[in-house]
């Protein structure tokens, strides 16, 4: 399976401000996602990162607030802008690789004061 | 709406018992099925995907799929400790987009 890193692993941000979170892919994948996990909760699909194109999102999600950029096959990045308590969660990213299978980055742990 | 529903547990098994697992949907457009194994504090691993109806076996690890009654379960033999973890069932339908389980927290005891 393909080897993905996240940065930063975590961070502790005041409400108002933005973080951008890297995602980095070993190798070329056609499909990247983002998903968010609250606490004590189950994985949230935010959007599928499109390589060359806007980001789909998905209901309850919209691009001034989670805007995503997808340079190239192997990297990707997610921005919580304008953050509040709410936004604290984990964030993941996962490829599609091997037919169909998807796998997930390490995510990043994200606290809002 | 599009749901995948698990029971949250805890599910208590004895060490080297068997454990088992359900998962239900509601998509009968759904085609393929995943267990991820999720451990606190650490990103889901994926451990098992099935396609078709019937038994697929992964060393320790069954998945079992019946679509004609929208239910997939994963069977855990000769649990261990280490496999105390919460287990998320995924549905993939048209598309490439997961919907996730609230998951299943095991817990093994020795």
């Known amino acids: 399976s393909a080897v993905i890193s996240q940065k930063p692993s975590r961070d502790i941000c005041q409400r108002g401000t933005s973080l951008t979170i890297q995602c980095q892919v070993d190798?070329?994948?056609?499909?990247m996602f983002w998903y968010r996990q609250q606490p004590g909760q189950s994985l949230t699909l935010i959007a599928t990162?499109?390589?060359?194109?806007?980001?789909?999102?998905e209901s309850g999600f919209v691009i001034d607030k989670f805007p995503i950029s997808r340079p190239n096959l192997t990297f990707s990045t997610l921005t919580v802008s304008n953050m509040s308590p709410e936004d604290s969660s984990i964030y993941l990213c996962?490829?599609?690789?091997?037919?169909?299978?998807?796998?997930f980055g390490p995510g990043t742990r994200l606290t809002v004061t | 709406q599009k749901e995948v529903e698990q029971n949250s547990g805890p599910l208590s098994v004895p060490e080297g018992a068997i454990a088992s697992l359900n998962c239900t949907y509601s998509d009968r457009g759904s085609q393929s099925f995943f267990w991820y194994r999720q451990y606190s504090g650490k990103s889901p691993e994926l451990i098992m995907s099935i396609y078709s109806n019937g038994d697929k076996e992964d060393g320790r690890f069954t998945a079992q799929l019946n679509k004609a009654s929208q239910y997939v379960s994963l069977l855990i033999r000769d649990s261990q400790p280490s496999d105390s973890a919460t287990y998320l069932c995924a549905v993939k339908a048209a598309g490439n987009k997961l919907t996730f389980g609230g998951g299943t927290r095991v817990l093994v005891k020795p």
């Open positions: 990162a499109n390589q060359g194109s806007e980001a789909t999102y």
């Open positions: 996962s490829v599609e690789y091997r037919d169909n299978e998807q796998y």
């Open positions: 190798s070329q994948v056609t499909m």
